[in-house]
């Protein structure tokens, strides 16, 4: 599989496309002036008020909404991370005062948060879900500070290997090493992408990760509170950080400084990558060039189309997320319809993994698929889902089909789901109505041309449309938008315009004269 990572980078925001084989699978967005209680941040807050009833707190990390703790987020080894923040001072000597606090006095796991924090206590916490509508963040205390190769673990005594890394021999060196170069007070988590590297690279590694930690040591010496100890990476290196490997051809950005960093990072972590990343000096913007704008257009309105005239209809509410599959124009009569249904749901199965992770969908996931009779078809598609959803980041659980068809998802909700109003203002109306995208015209008209050519059978026809798209369409005396449709479809094609028509409609006519009916 090839990925290309693509960079849009303006006055306002940083937009980071990832493509696999060229179609759009992740978007993230960044504000470019700065970002605030992002995932992965770490703060010294301050407790604000205690509920005893939800055996959590409330913290003030400087937000105008206040964040929430459980007590069960508090960790194992809060007892050490309290004392920290309680008894650091600029007097103290910072590194025998991080060394000699105890971390084996372990919290206990059936506590009550009321003996344990009280309002105004300082206390160090790490966002790990984002600000959602009329909530807070969400709050650990058990802090993590993400590398490339393994995750640092302050107050940690224990090195852990990722499960993915199967090789016996390979998981000893690993924990040897790590065990032999790891300062007292410090744990860590192996990833996978640590298997193979050599003592040099993941030594070097350890520091940078360590540095970053006790840079923040001055600030929670102050007491201040609320403030901001470090940041999370920024989106594109996180990016970079957990999915950079062999399968990268491409990292494509628009602007200067944003190369230079970009570059910088790739060399540090993986050398060998620093030839792939491009700086972007088209005339045209960095995502019409790529065709990701084109994909943004199509992938994130409220009607998305799938192979062979089936199509999900998508909608976000404050409880789920619900998807419903439709088969459209495909024959849905004969013999074969259990088989019928069975396929469409194995396409829509593709395209809804895909929007899953496109729109980042958090929380409760509804798919309605088509219903099926067979038993092992819905375990085939269940099974299939499964492996869609292998590569996902995010934890999730999938659950089988019930008998009305209904497959629930849940998956890990870190922030909002990504919403895009891809809809344009009607030339006509003048913004009173809304038009679906006018990108999106020919691969609209193609599909019912395709409906037109497979299913009914009609190789011969007149398409009837507004001028403006007819001289879109017909651009090019061999390479016409019309050349290319009767070149794939292996049929003819007369087109027509009609000034009455709206701009985004278009009429069939047989070779009869008769209009033909889409349905």
Not at 486 to 494: A, L, N, P, T
Request: proline fraction near 3%.
């Amino acid at each position: 599989m090839e990925k290309d990572l693509i960079i849009d980078v303006n006055s306002t925001e940083i937009t980071i496309a990832l493509l696999e084989d060229h179609r759009l699978v992740e978007l993230n967005k960044e504000k470019n002036e700065g970002r605030s209680f992002t995932v992965g941040d770490v703060h010294l807050g301050k407790v604000k008020k205690l509920i005893p009833s939800l055996n959590a707190a409330f913290v003030d990390i400087g937000d105008k909404k206040d964040a929430f703790v459980h007590y069960l987020d508090l960790g194992l080894n809060f007892t050490a991370f309290d004392t920290f923040a309680k008894q650091l001072n600029p007097n103290r000597d910072f590194s025998t005062f991080y060394r000699s606090i105890d971390i084996h006095n372990i919290l206990e796991k059936e506590g009550k948060i009321e003996n344990v924090l009280k309002p105004g206590q300082p206390i160090i916490v790490q966002i790990v879900k984002e600000p959602i509508s009329t909530k807070g963040s969400r709050l650990t205390s058990e802090i993590s500070i993400a590398g490339r190769n393994m995750v640092l673990l302050p107050f940690g005594d224990k090195v852990n290997i990722s499960q993915k890394i199967t090789e016996k021999a390979e998981k000893q060196r690993l924990e040897r090493l790590m065990y032999s170069i790891l300062p007292p007070s410090y744990g860590v988590i192996i990833r996978t992408a640590a298997e193979g590297k050599k003592a040099a690279v993941l030594d070097l590694e350890l520091k940078m990760l360590i540095n970053k930690w006790e840079e923040s040591w001055k600030k929670i010496a102050t007491q201040k509170t609320p403030q901001l100890l470090f940041r999370e990476s920024s989106k594109t290196t996180t990016v970079l950080r957990d999915l950079l490997n062999d399968s990268f051809s491409n990292i494509v950005v628009n602007d200067e400084q944003i190369y230079s960093d970009i570059k910088e990072y790739v060399s540090m972590i993986s050398p060998e990558f620093e030839k792939i990343v491009k700086l972007y000096k088209g005339d045209a913007p960095i995502f019409d060039h790529y065709d990701v704008t084109r994909q943004i257009k199509s992938a994130f309105g409220k009607v998305v189309p799938i192979k062979q005239g089936a199509y999900l209809v998508i909608e976000h509410t404050e409880a789920l997320h619900v998807i419903d599959v439709n088969s459209g124009t495909r024959v849905k009569t004969g013999k074969d319809q259990e088989q019928n249904a069975f396929d469409v749901n194995c396409n829509a199965a593709e395209e809804v993994a895909r929007q899953i992770k496109l729109r980042d969908m958090g929380g409760i996931v509804i798919v309605d698929f088509i219903d099926m009779d067979s038993g092992e078809h819905r375990n085939q598609l269940l099974k299939h889902m499964q492996e869609l959803m292998q590569s996902d980041r995010a934890r999730h659980n999938i659950l089988p089909l019930t008998k009305f068809g209904l497959m629930q998802i849940t998956r890990q909700r870190t922030k909002p789901a990504t919403e895009l109003d891809t809809q344009e203002t009607c030339p006509c109306c003048g913004g009173t109505g809304k038009i679906s995208s006018s990108i999106l015209v020919d691969e609209t008209i193609e599909r019912q041309i395709s409906y037109l050519v497979q299913e009914k059978q009609i190789k011969s026809f007149t398409l009837i449309v507004n001028p403006l798209v007819e001289a879109y369409i017909t651009k090019g005396i061999f390479n016409s938008i019309e050349k290319r449709w009767e070149k794939k479809y292996k049929c003819s094609i007369r087109i027509e315009a009609n000034a009455n028509l709206p701009l985004l409609s278009f009429e069939f006519i047989d070779k009869k004269g008769e209009k033909v009916s889409i349905d």
